[in-house]
């Protein structure tokens, strides 16, 4: 799940480097990516369902031990499962989501950060869908100006104007989040962040890297 809501991606078999060390990649869609699996309701996108379905997917696949790899929102669901379920990890890899505690202190210090989270507080507004969708989506299809192929965009669109699609992934801004703070990491972990990364800044990104209580 992206910082921008997006449609689901089509499947994309492991790279040849990986399938040739004898490794399997596997990249689920998050709830409310694939039409058969788009609960309505944003209390069902909260922390303990979103871990789950991490070691439902698992556990499905026969693993029990494996390596964790997430995005965005992709990557605050890995930092919640090593935190929840450290024994099932071989390695973390979070890519561009800070540590939660990180973001949770730059959130409470950091001028930069707040503005930049400030579009998770306005997405959570109940005509978020009807100001996206409104001229021909004008504003959704801004969204991706710059960041994606001219030739995908429609195809964004088209996906996320299906029945429920665009509120499924809105539910993960309007869900509820736990208050308790996510402590060390007890896996092995990587953290890649970039300097021209637009939601998340420095304060946090650094602040990662920082060994937690």
Known sequence: MGRRPRRRGRPRSGRPGVRRSGLRAVAPDTRGYSSGVRPPHADVYGV?????????????????????????WGGAIVWWTAARHAERLRTLTAVSTPHPS??????????????????????????????????DAALLRSLYQGKVPDRHVDEYVRRLSEPGALSA?????????????????QVPTLYVWGTEDVAFGSTAAHATERPRT
Request: net charge negative; proline share 3%.
């Open 48 to 72: 303990s369902e979103l871990v789950g379905d991490v070691s439902a997917v698992a556990d499905a696949l026969g693993w029990d031990r494996f390596d964790l790899v997430g995005h965005d």
């Open 102 to 135: 990180a973001l949770g202190e730059a959130h409470r210090t950091d001028d930069d950060q707040r503005r930049r989270s400030q579009y998770q507080q306005d997405w959570r507004s109940p005509d978020t869908e009807a100001r996206f969708l409104a001229d």
């Open 169 to 185: 992934a809105l539910n993960y801004y309007r869900a509820d989040r736990p208050d308790a703070a996510v402590g060390k990491i």
